[in-house]
T-cell receptor, first 118, second 117 residues
């Protein structure tokens, strides 16, 4: 398996523009996470999905952020409109569960998308 | 709510020496998983080691080992025979094993490890 694939690797955009980050989880994984990493705040969980259903989106900063998982192999994180304070590295990660117990409990991370909003 | 605390923002070690990174956590659960992740300058997050709370034996992976003190809620990482390639950010993480609404990974702020030649 190619692992978790994120695109693009780097994104530079102007303030006010819409930005869409993409993620393809590892095949068969049923948990998908979006994290944001900054120097000031470290790794923050934005949202996570289980079987394509959003479970906890309390980390989403504000209404400008939205995430979708239309199927088991694809997720997007959208920022509209973008602001300079959104500049960060955004990680997608996936993991596998087995019924009621989470097995292979570690999350596998993509390479991240470095977003710069100017 | 569960929290993970790494009290050492930065650490330094001489090549071939041993270093210990600290992590404490807070949870009311008795069953959970703990992890150490490494993030080198390439920014890829790499799993270093995993500990299951119901196992008393400390996990070991080659030069990496943990000291898991469940009662003290402490989970430190020991790196033996440090190598230049060990230089990275190290994150401690907690996960409730039963998924659902508590299925997320909770990370500490990280410790930046430098290795001196």
């Amino acid at each position: 398996d190619a692992g978790v694939i994120q695109s693009p690797r780097h994104e530079v955009t102007e303030m006010g523009q819409e930005v869409t980050l993409r993620c393809k989880p590892i095949s068969g994984h049923d948990y998908l996470f979006w994290y944001r990493q900054t120097m000031m705040r470290g790794l923050e969980l934005l949202i996570y999905f289980n079987n394509n259903v959003p479970i906890d989106d309390s980390g989403m900063p504000e209404d400008r952020f939205s995430a979708k998982m239309p199927n088991a192999s694809f997720s997007t994180l959208k920022i509209q409109p973008s602001e300079p304070r959104d500049s960060a590295v955004y990680f997608c990660a996936s993991s596998l569960s087995w019924g009621q117990r989470v097995v292979n409990t570690e999350a596998f991370f993509g390479q991240g998308t470095r977003l710069t909003v100017v | 709510a569960q929290t993970v605390t790494q009290s050492q923002p930065e650490m330094s070690v001489q090549e071939a020496e041993t270093v210990t990174l600290s992590c404490t956590y807070d949870t009311s659960e008795s069953d959970y998983y703990l992890f150490w992740y490494k993030q080198p300058p390439s920014r890829q997050m790499i799993l270093v080691i995993r500990q299951e709370a119901y196992k008393q034996q400390n996990a070991t992976e080659n030069r990496f080992s943990v000291n898991f003190q469940k009662a003290a809620k402490s989970f430190s990482l020991k790196i033996s025979d440090s190598q230049l390639g060990d230089a990275a950010m190290y994150f401690c993480a907690y996960r409730y094993p039963y998924g659902g609404s508590q299925g997320n990974l909770i990370f500490g702020k990280g410790t930046k490890l430098s290795v001196k030649p």
